[in-house]
């Protein structure tokens, strides 16, 4: 008996490191869409406040109490984070966050007395560098010393937030409180992006509790033997093939489609693309 349990515990592991292997890979892809835009420590705070709510549900279906307690050893946080996270929700958590330390400088710059106009009330054009009231201060005091005064600068120039001016002294002035460093496109492809993956984990975790008949059809087909020569046909052919599914897909929502808004209605949706040779390095042959 003892020897069943420990290769039981063994063959967890070996899942455990098999998902995280392949976890880091999915990890990797989000954190390309929003590095500069999302910072760390906020996506972090996303994360904590997921696992406490996931876990909550997880306990609540399986019958059991969702106690402080148990979410903590599911989750690996501490009761007392565990309990502040409980006692806020998602969209709080989120609302809270200064997504990427140039909010935050900006979110100082325009609401905090110290930096800003005696007379006015507006963020006070600050000499960049120095102690008191200057910009060095204030990246300081919102972002931290890990980082220069000159990159700070170079980043709110880049997104034409601030200007700098040169009279007596150098200063910089804030013409903008709404700090974007993507482009709109690149934002709605972001986001487009993302709800296409969450689609595709949300039929995954459909199927692994489904029974066969009420599964989803939810598959890939491919090859790791193309000629990069031949890929460029290789696409346009796809794309045509795709361009017909979608053409029938429509027709197929459309028919099935309701004409009015209803309670008690549901989502559906199908969904398409092509994938391989964005990144070959990581679709070695397993």
């Known amino acids: 008996m003892p ?65 402080k307690s148990a979410i903590a050893l599911m989750t690996g946080l501490d009761t007392r984070v565990v309990s502040s996270l409980m006692a806020e929700n998602l969209e709080t958590t989120i609302q809270n966050q200064n997504v990427n330390p140039e909010h935050a400088l900006i979110d100082m710059w325009s609401s905090d007395p110290f930096f800003q106009d005696s007379e006015t009330g507006e963020p006070a054009a600050l000499p960049i560098v120095g102690k008191g009231k200057t910009f060095q201060t204030l990246v300081l005091r919102s972002i931290g010393r890990n980082i220069t005064v000159k990159t700070v600068i170079g980043r709110l120039l880049a997104s034409r937030n601030i ?95 309701e004409a009015t808004k209803k309670d008690g209605q549901v989502t559906v949706g199908i969904g398409w693309y092509q994938w391989g040779d964005h990144e070959p390095e990581e679709e070695e042959v397993e």
Do not use: C
Request: zero cysteines.
């Open 3 to 67: 020897s069943v349990v420990m290769n039981n515990n063994l063959n967890q592991q070996d899942d455990a490191k098999s998902i995280t292997h392949f976890l880091s890979r999915v990890f990797r892809k989000v954190v390309r869409l929003v590095i500069g835009t999302v910072s760390l420590p906020a996506l972090y705070d996303i994360l904590k406040a997921l696992y406490v709510e996931e876990a909550q549900r997880k306990l609540e279906r399986e019958g059991s109490r969702p106690t």
């Open 163 to 257: 200007r700098v001016t040169q009279e007596d002294v150098e200063k910089v002035e804030l013409l903008s409180m709404l700090y974007s460093p993507i482009s709109d496109d690149r934002a709605k492809q972001t986001e487009v992006g993302l709800i296409e993956a969450s689609r595709v984990l949300s039929a995954v975790i459909h199927n692994m509790s489904a029974t066969e008949e009420t599964r989803v059809p939810q598959q890939g087909r491919w090859t790791y033997r193309l000629s990069p020569e031949r890929y460029i046909e290789f696409r346009s052919r796809a794309r045509d093939l795709l361009d017909k599914h979608i053409k029938e897909g429509e027709s197929l929502l459309e028919e099935f489609e």
